[in-house]
């Protein structure tokens, strides 16, 4: 039996794979089961959304547990074992990005996947993406945008995490088994809660930005990022790393543009004459940097201090590898989706 398995699949990314595979299942193509990984949830399927799995002779199991409990790790393998499974796929998904203690970045996003991957029977593993993250890179310098070549560079925990679990998986031999994508701020449907707050406040010029808001961000959509998963996860590929993104990067004020014009439109309201934000001084993003460094070092993490900690820097990434090498691939900017991710901000709240 060929089957994937999707970790975190009750996650925004992981709700994003499934969207895209009800509406292209030719991209897991000889695919007989898919296993949906959650942590606590195993019903976060709808059943119409099941059937189309069925209509497609796709079976669909669930199993439940951290990626770091031991009889997590046993479950899944004799799962593995009853199914007669003999070509698996991974897309591994999870990760904490705001833990509630600061030494589960590196317990869940390092030793997590160390653990998961090691236990998996390697002559049954044909695939395993990784989804990684800039954050192993921390902040541009010089104007440079981010590739393949680019230097690790963490700052901070999770930058740490990921950085080591990349390692972890490019020491092994397995080149044509294991791919990573990395990923910037993600954007898009099946959103979080502290994405829906973000774009309501930005909308109504409720959010700060750093002197003028003239750092540069890119950004990726989980639909994007989604499909480029499935890409390499069943298509030959060229490279071991890819990093996956819109195809511009943006200034933070040039979001808030963006995001407040599909607002006034959306409302019936006059074409805005100039972008609302809170102001906050040059350097209050450096400032808070240092914060977040000092907190993390004596054990402590606070989301809002490490998220204005990076409000204010460029981070910044080139695509140009996977455009390259998956021409077909179309893609869906944050000037195409953000009506729609408004109005899912906008129920969520």
């Keep these: 039996m060929k089957a994937l398995l999707i970790t975190g699949a009750d996650g925004w990314l992981g709700q994003s794979i499934i969207d895209c595979l009800i509406n292209d299942f030719s991209a897991v193509k000889g695919i007989e089961l898919i296993i949906f990984h959650s942590l606590d949830k195993t019903k976060f399927i709808k059943k119409q959304r099941l059937k ?36 698996l796929r991974v897309i591994y998904t999870s990760s904490v990005i705001h833990p509630e203690k600061i030494i589960d970045f590196n317990n869940i996003n390092y030793l997590g996947l160390k653990k998961f991957y090691n236990s998996l029977n390697k002559l049954l593993l044909k695939k395993f993406t990784y989804i990684s993250s800039n954050s192993p890179f921390g902040f541009n310098k010089s104007q440079l945008l981010f590739d393949e070549k680019s230097f690790y560079n963490p700052i901070g925990e999770y930058g740490s995490s990921k950085k080591k679990a990349e390692e972890f998986l490019l020491r092994k031999k397995d080149i044509k088994r294991i791919t990573i994508l990395r990923a910037p701020w993600f954007h898009g449907k099946n959103m979080p809660l502290r994405q829906a707050k973000f774009l309501n406040n930005s909308a109504k010029g409720l959010f700060p930005l750093i002197n003028k808001g003239l750092n540069k961000r890119s950004v990726v959509n989980t639909k994007d990022l989604a499909k480029a998963a499935l890409n390499v996860t069943f298509r030959k590929t060229k490279c071991q790393v890819y990093w996956i993104s ?83 691939h179309k893609w869906n900017d944050i000037v195409d989706s953000i009506d729609e991710e408004l109005k899912e901000a906008e129920k969520i709240l």
């Design 52 to 87: 189309k799995f069925d209509d497609n002779n796709i079976k669909c199991s669930f199993v439940k547990g951290s990626v770091t409990d031991d009889l997590f790790i046993r479950k899944v393998n004799k799962f593995i074992n009853l199914k007669n499974i003999k070509d």
């Design 246 to 328: 819109d195809t511009n990067s943006y200034t933070m004020i040039g979001l808030m543009k963006i995001i407040q014009n599909s607002y006034s439109k959306a409302k019936n309201l006059k074409p805005i004459n100039k972008i609302k934000y809170l102001n906050l001084p040059k350097g209050t993003s450096s400032l808070f940097c240092l914060f977040d460094l000092f907190l993390q070092k004596i054990g402590l993490y606070n989301k809002y201090v490490h998220i204005l900690g990076e409000l204010g820097q460029n981070i910044e990434c080139s695509s140009e590898k996977y455009r390259r090498e998956f021409k077909d």
